[in-house]
């Protein structure tokens, strides 16, 4: 019993000290900032009254003074991805622009609810749709792939007067869609993918491939760098993907350091898989120590 009641003991203290508190896109309250306008926040329109509430609650809306609401449609992701306009939209974003060398910060505010999509792969995506310098919160009252939340990104910059192209919001997408596909369909992790799209666009900014035959051999490389085999189908999707950013003649050299941050900490979360593994052992233990604790107050 005293070796139980020890284990429950330090299993308690190991998982309080060190469960990770920080998050990534703080967004607090800082008055109205005249330079670069009201924080903006984007709702899916399938919300409920009582959804949308809680949504508003989870993005902090309540620490804004005021604020730009609006609303994101099926119609809106059919005029900026040439998506289905009869898609619920349940995904909602609040973004706050910054000045220029801040970079692009995101926080998944509901990681349970949006299954898919990462914060790397967001930033990735919207990297390529030529998104910068700005915090993104994204939250979602139910489960979603995560897809949608891109729209209400672009509808946001659209409604403040920054025109994004059409073309790399498409590429974007068509970017989340590939990389989402491939981790599951792959059975690869979504640090990896993240790892490897952002090593592809490196090396993009570096060789400025000329032809589809110059893409196709940095996906090679880097597959080959990276020691991800992929299937033949999946191989042709990254090459036709990255081929068609070499045709929109996107400057990956502009957010190079946003890239290099990017690349740093997909290898962080890569290189900290032990650690959760025996942060998670630990957690499991103190249940355990707990459930074994209670019963032998009983017997």
Not at 157 to 163: E, F, L, N, S, T
Not at 211 to 239: F, G, M
Request: glycine share 4%; aromatic share 6%.
């Amino acid at each position: 019993m005293k070796k139980n009641f020890l284990v429950l003991i330090l299993a308690f203290v190991l998982a309080s000290v060190i469960l990770p508190t920080v998050s990534q896109a703080s967004t607090n309250d800082e008055g109205i900032n005249e330079k670069l306008g009201l924080p903006i926040v984007v709702y899916g329109e399938a919300l409920s009254a009582s959804q949308k509430a809680e949504v508003a609650k989870l993005l902090e809306v309540d620490k804004h003074e005021q604020v730009d609401e609006f609303t994101v449609t099926g119609q809106d992701i059919a005029n900026y991805i040439d998506g289905n306009p009869n898609s619920n939209m349940y995904s909602s974003v609040k973004i706050l622009h910054k000045d220029e060398g801040n970079g692009l910060n995101i926080e998944i505010v509901t990681p349970d609810n949006i299954t898919q999509v990462t914060t790397e792969m967001y930033k990735n995506a919207l990297l390529t749709a030529g998104v910068e310098n700005a915090d993104v919160m994204v939250a979602s009252s139910v489960k979603v792939s995560g897809h949608s939340a891109l729209t209400g990104i672009y509808k946001a910059y659209d409604a403040k007067g920054v025109k994004l192209d059409k073309d790399r919001m498409k590429v974007a997408s068509d970017e989340l869609d590939v990389a989402t596909s491939i981790a599951d369909k792959e059975g690869m992790s979504d640090e990896k993918i993240s790892q490897l799209l952002t090593e592809i666009k490196k090396a993009i900014a570096e060789q400025n491939p000329a032809t589809k035959e110059d893409v196709e051999k940095i996906v090679k490389d880097q597959l080959a760098k990276l020691n991800i085999e992929l299937s033949p189908e999946d191989r042709q999707r990254l090459i036709d993907l990255f081929d068609q950013m070499r045709n929109l003649n996107i400057d990956f050299d502009k957010v190079r350091n946003q890239l290099d941050d990017l690349t740093g900490n997909i290898q962080n979360l890569i290189n900290d898989d032990g650690f959760w593994n025996k942060l998670t052992a630990a957690i499991k233990s103190f249940f355990h120590a707990l459930s074994n604790f209670v019963s032998s107050l009983f017997s």
